[in-house]
């Protein structure tokens, strides 16, 4: 994924039901932002040069992270959302990453039955907290 591909990888995002963007994070500048610290673990899958899904992932030495995966809803059911993920693990795999997470909202169904397909356990031992430092503004899709 690069800058350039903010505007599609928006556009799919936004396109897919159960997705949790903000205006901050989620900006062409947070995004770009997020590239920079993570421009090997980042990747979209493209069809006669459209964007058809996107992942996002990095790490903080210790621990990956995967956030905002989609695959548009016209393109599923092709492996394209396992393709996507499994180029992330291969990446944070290659930076000496070891273990992975990630967050999905409880009322995706569809995004839950996909990460447990894939073999991403849902952890009852945690709470999961946060804390905006700024005002944001949130984007349910």
Not at 54 to 66: E, P
Not at 109 to 122: H, K, P, V
Request: charged share 20%; proline share 2%.
């Amino acid at each position: 994924m690069t800058p350039d591909d903010y505007d599609a990888v928006h556009a799919c995002w936004m396109a897919c039901t159960g997705m949790g963007l903000n205006t901050i994070d989620d900006s062409r500048e947070g995004i770009i932002r997020y590239l920079e610290r993570n421009p090997n673990t980042c990747f979209v899958s493209e069809h006669d040069r459209t964007i058809t899904g996107a992942i996002l992932a990095g790490h903080d030495g210790r621990r990956g992270y995967i956030y905002h995966t989609a695959v548009n809803p016209a393109y599923r059911r092709q492996g394209i959302g396992t393709a996507l993920v499994n180029a992330a693990l291969h990446a944070l795999a290659n930076e000496g990453i070891i273990k992975v997470a990630l967050v999905a909202f409880s009322r995706n169904d569809a995004g839950n039955a996909f990460w447990e397909s894939l073999g991403f356990t849902a952890r009852g031992d945690l709470t999961y907290r946060n804390k905006a430092l700024c005002a944001i503004t949130r984007i349910d899709t």
